[in-house]
């Protein structure tokens, strides 16, 4: 069982901050991708920010500058700070971790995808 439960949404002012964390129930250091996304009406869920398990972090253009993405292995969180927000930052962002398992003896990999359940951001003067 994996479950990823998000945190610290609400609502903010344009050039506000906040900060989003996401609890895992198992050792994140076993994920070999934590990622944030977003999703909205228009454009569906998107991805946000990622980091490997080799500590690569990968921004969407829309939020790079302005976001950062970390992780604490020993806490089991991820977590995205968010700087200098926009209106067209607002949406549910949701927490995903990937595992990738060897999947058979010819060493081929899959993957598992494990998702939360979101949390909402509102951008609004």
């Known amino acids: 069982q994996v479950q990823l439960v998000e945190s610290g949404g609400g609502l903010v002012q344009p050039g506000g901050s906040l900060r989003l964390s996401c609890q895992a129930s198992?050792?994140?250091?076993?994920?070999?991708?934590m990622a944030w996304y977003r999703q909205t009406p228009e454009k569906g869920r998107e991805l946000v920010a990622r980091?490997?398990?080799?500590?690569?972090?990968t921004y969407a253009d829309s939020v790079k500058g302005r976001f950062t993405i970390s992780k604490d292995n020993t806490k089991n969180t991820l977590s995205l700070q968010m700087n200098a927000l926009k209106f067209e930052d607002t949406g549910v962002y949701y927490c995903?971790?990937?595992?990738?398992?060897?999947?058979?003896?010819?060493?081929?990999?899959?993957?598992?995808?494990?998702w939360g359940q979101g949390t909402q951001v509102t951008v609004s003067a």
């Open positions: 980091m490997t398990s080799a500590r690569v972090r």
């Open positions: 995903k971790a990937e595992r990738h398992i060897v999947q058979g003896p010819d060493g081929s990999v899959s993957r598992n995808d494990y």
């Open positions: 198992v050792g994140i250091g076993n994920m070999n991708v």
